[in-house]
């Protein structure tokens, strides 16, 4: 097991959140990850499609995996999201986050979230602070 996974698997233990979602890391490595989720009936809304604040949370745990793989403790300072297709329960979601710029202090991430047909749903960009504390 690689460093990244060791830091990733010692997050995800101590995540109920990611667990609760039901997330399972796909891919993971110095900024970048991939996870996946299943949409279940109690993360619909009123509207009887996904709530918006899921698929933040889903790409929000992309954004943590990937910019603390490299060892350094990061967390996320700036975050948006534009949802751009619903879902709908039993939808199989998936991140695909990539690094824009990483420098000592400052990693900026986009995630693209894409549903079982290779559909974008969501996309987002997280800008993490990186620490001097070492995981």
């Known amino acids: ?31 970048v990850s991939t996870l996946r989720m299943t949409v279940r009936k109690e993360m619909l809304n009123g509207f009887e499609v996904l709530h918006g604040g899921i698929t933040y949370s889903l790409a929000d745990s992309a954004l943590a995996f990937a910019s603390n793989a490299y060892g350094r403790k990061s967390m996320s300072i700036e975050t948006s999201i534009s949802h751009t297709l619903s879902c709908k329960e039993g939808d199989l979601l998936t991140t695909k986050t990539v690094e824009r710029s990483l420098s000592n202090k400052i990693g900026v991430y986009d995630i693209t979230v894409l549903n079982q047909d290779e559909k974008v749903v969501a996309l987002f960009k997280g800008t993490v602070y990186r620490s001097d504390k070492n995981w």
């Not at 233990?13 to 667990?19: P, Q």
């Open 1 to 31: 097991m690689s460093k990244a996974e060791e830091i990733v698997h010692k997050m995800f233990d101590n995540d109920a959140f990611s667990k609760w979602l039901g997330i399972e890391v796909i891919e993971i490595g110095e900024g």
